[in-house]
């Protein structure tokens, strides 16, 4: 092999990893963040480092209960489980929009937004079954009852968004953003309801929690070594990522085989300064 041919099967392998690394760093980015809502018991905001659902519940082949039929379901089971009307539509309204046929990117299914694995703690062993209106909002309504009576309202719907570990393990107030933002929404749907202001000292003694403005245009959170590693990675445009490898060495030490090892030794190629373009 000539000098020639070694000196560029050697600055390809130095390219070679450098993407790999980068790709590395941005695949760890990735997983750093997470976001996407909803649903009760759902830790996707907490555990983005999981995958998404790779295959999403498919909606039924029927048409969507109307609105009306909804309202009167919602109804029937607000009283059933003491679950104030103006809750529930504050929730369902944030989480599906009134689509019992919404399924979110987590795989939570319907009216409520329910996973799976909600479902099944509440006797629904099949994910198919959650689109049904009425098993949708029975087993919703449910949970919502639950979680209010063991944290408060205000609480509750951190929980239902959040899920119940994380609002634990933030000491009872969530501080994500995503979870900031829609408990903002709903508990300021759910006052307005009530003729109640959402920053009122009234509005603290029903909710259980202090609402602000800045909740609900809540963004990512400053400091921190996560919060760090995704504004780095959003700085660097990786398109425009250009490598000046010079050799460090004679062009016989650019054969591995004679490179030294040791104290002694110098690296095999080094990286030029960054040029500034002008």
Not at 76 to 86: D, F, L, S, T
């Amino acid at each position: 092999m000539s000098i020639s041919a070694g000196k560029k099967q050697a600055r390809l392998l130095v390219k070679l990893m450098l993407v790999v690394c980068c790709g590395s760093m941005a695949a760890a980015g990735a997983k750093d963040h997470l976001g996407a809502s909803s649903g009760p018991g759902d830790e996707s905001i907490e555990s983005a480092s999981l995958p998404a659902v790779s295959v999403l519940p498919q909606p039924p082949n029927r048409s969507r209960p109307s609105r009306a039929r909804v309202d009167q379901l919602i109804k029937r089971y607000a009283k059933r489980y003491g679950v104030e009307n103006a809750l529930i539509h504050s929730v369902v309204r944030a989480e599906s929009g009134y689509n019992a046929h919404a399924v979110s990117t987590a795989g939570a299914i319907g009216l409520m937004q329910i996973m799976p694995a909600t479902g099944a703690d509440y006797g629904v062993g099949s994910a198919d079954k959650l689109f049904d209106a009425q098993t949708n909002l029975r087993v919703g309504i449910r949970h919502l009852k639950r979680l209010v009576n063991r944290y408060g309202i205000g609480k509750a719907v951190m929980a239902y968004n959040a899920g119940e570990g994380t609002l634990q393990r933030h000491n009872g107030f969530v501080t994500y953003p995503e979870t900031q933002r829609y408990t903002h929404r709903v508990l300021t749907s759910y006052l307005n309801k009530k003729g109640i202001g959402a920053y009122s000292s009234k509005a603290r003694a029903v909710t259980g929690i202090t609402l602000t403005p800045a909740m609900a245009s809540a963004g990512p959170r400053a400091g921190g070594a996560s919060g760090g590693k995704r504004r780095l990675l959003r700085s660097v445009d990786l398109s425009r990522l250009s490598l000046r490898v010079r050799p460090s060495l004679s062009d016989r030490a650019l054969d591995p085989n004679a490179h030294a090892v040791g104290p002694e030794s110098k690296p095999m190629f080094v990286l030029d300064p960054a040029v500034r373009k002008q």
